[in-house]
């Protein structure tokens, strides 16, 4: 039996999201359910053109044409690593081999959590931290903590020229299909996706002081933000992005979701065997 990870059946070609701006996609199904997440990842071009993450192993092949599809590798300047989780690293070392002329912008902690993973060249970096700005040819690129991430090193990255603002894995939401614009979604299935996502995703966001919290997701809100792009969500346009931080705002309210355990294990594989499509159905809340 083979454990290297399923190729995407289907490919969601590039999207340009802004000037300069491409979304590398790939979308990835539930096992729970009809539902699909998108593996986003980010190029921007220019004079000095980024890579913003490095897609996930199971579409390495697909994620490298795509990228290299909009620049050339030995144009590439930089490769921003928001953190180290694997939708977000999962092409590191090919997109480096490739890009002699890019310098890997990580924060200083990331190298040190993921020197188990790969061999940092230290003359080929740039270390940023929280609010840290760097030149980038014709714009300016900060590496700002976005309100809700899964990783200590996570840095969300705002581009003062087409002001997108990269938010790693805050605005995660599952969607019924592919789309272009969180815009095509039913407003109240977006709202509950943003929760669930964004909960499971975050789950220390029960311990947060809610006072401390809105100043953290002030200081994101206030950048002067035109199209938020992440890893898991369609982009977020002007008319939708304060509905986006409004229902990130109310997460200390809410409770922990159920999730499925052993029981529902063995009725997914049980619809697998027979073929049937199996979804989870949440219990009921006790009151
Ligand atoms: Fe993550
Ligand atoms: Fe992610």
Redesign the pocket.
Known sequence: MSFAPVKPAVHHPPLKVADDTWLIQQMQEAAIGPLFIY?HSLVIKGPEPIIVDTGTPANREQWLKDVFSIVDPGDVRWIFLSHD?V??AGNLAPVMEACPNATLVVTWFLTERHGCDFHFPLDRMRWVNDGDSWRAGDRTLTAITPPLF?SPVTRGLYDDRTGVYWA??TF?TPLPGPMNDISELDAAQWKGGLELFNCMNSPWFKLLDADKFERHVDRVQKLDIEVIAA??TPVIRRPQISQAFDTIRKLPSLEPPPQPGQVDLEALMHAVATGQQYVWEPPAPVN
Do not use: K
């Open positions: 593996l989780d939708d977000h899964d790693v894995d995660a890893c898991h």
